[in-house]
């Protein structure tokens, strides 16, 4: 194991344990982490199996809970309906990506205002609450614009995959797919 991975692990009681600190931490603990951007990993003490989706996944779950949600009911739904679905492993990397996309924008943005007003984090938070009051509809048109071409871009691919699945199986002839229904072959039993 890397050596700037932080072992959590965590115990049957449900405690977590930092082997960095020798010290049991909260959840909240594990969010500070996830927001300083440090690489860490939770176990189980007894099996070693890996639990940090669990743990990232018991965090979102507090965030949504605790103020204003970012899910939408609508959107939590969708997400659920994609499970089992044959696009389920798509919707996982592309969500992802978008997400990256999204946070890469952002840090370009901070990256500017730093370099224009400096390293002062009460104004940085300052300006962002200004820029985001005049800019906020203009990001969102901006979003909403990437969104729909995302959108017309995944029904293509999903288009031009029916289509190349269709012309794929037209080669195979199943049984009882539009011919006789007990699979036999247009001369019958017994002819040649």
Same mark, same amino acid.
């Given at each position: 194991?890397?050596?700037?991975?932080?072992?959590?692990?965590?115990?049957?009681? +449900?405690?977590?344990?930092?082997?960095?600190?020798?010290?049991?931490?909260?959840?909240?603990?594990?969010?500070?982490?996830?927001? +300083?951007?440090?690489?860490?990993?939770?176990?189980?003490?007894?099996?070693?199996?890996?639990?940090?989706?669990?743990?990232?996944?018991?965090?979102?779950?507090?965030?949504?809970?605790?103020?204003?949600?970012?899910?939408?009911?609508?959107?939590?739904?969708?997400?659920? +309906?994609?499970?089992?679905?044959?696009?389920?492993?798509?919707?996982?990397?592309?969500?992802?990506?978008?997400?990256?996309?999204?946070?890469?924008?952002?840090?370009?943005?901070?990256?500017?205002? +730093?370099?224009?007003?400096?390293?002062?984090?009460?104004?940085?938070?300052?300006?962002?609450?200004?820029?985001?009051?005049?800019?906020?509809?203009?990001?969102?048109?901006?979003m909403g614009a990437y969104v729909e071409q995302s959108?017309?871009?995944?029904?293509?691919?999903?288009?031009?995959?029916?289509?190349?699945?269709?012309?794929?199986?037209?080669?195979?002839?199943?049984?009882?797919?539009?011919?006789?229904?007990?699979?036999?072959?247009?001369?019958?039993?017994?002819?040649?």
């Amino acid at each position: 194991m890397s050596q700037s991975l932080r072992l959590i692990k965590k115990y049957p009681n +449900r405690r977590l344990y930092d082997t960095r600190t020798s010290a049991y931490i909260t959840l909240a603990d594990v969010r500070d982490l996830v927001l +300083r951007n440090e690489d860490f990993q939770v176990v189980d003490a007894k099996s070693g199996d890996d639990l940090t989706r669990s743990i990232l996944l018991q965090i979102i779950i507090e965030e949504e809970t605790g103020g204003v949600p970012m899910f939408s009911s609508d959107l939590l739904a969708q997400m659920i +309906r994609f499970y089992g679905n044959a696009m389920q492993g798509f919707m996982g990397k592309y969500l992802e990506s978008n997400i990256k996309a999204f946070a890469d924008m952002q840090h370009k943005l901070q990256d500017q205002a +730093r370099a224009l007003y400096g390293d002062s984090n009460s104004m940085n938070r300052d300006l962002w609450a200004q820029f985001l009051n005049f800019q906020g509809p203009a990001l969102q048109g901006m979003m909403g614009a990437y969104v729909e071409q995302s959108k017309k871009m995944f029904m293509q691919m999903q288009e031009q995959v029916e289509t190349q699945t269709r012309s794929l199986l037209s080669t195979f002839t199943f049984p009882g797919v539009g011919g006789d229904p007990k699979g036999r072959d247009e001369q019958g039993p017994g002819k040649k």
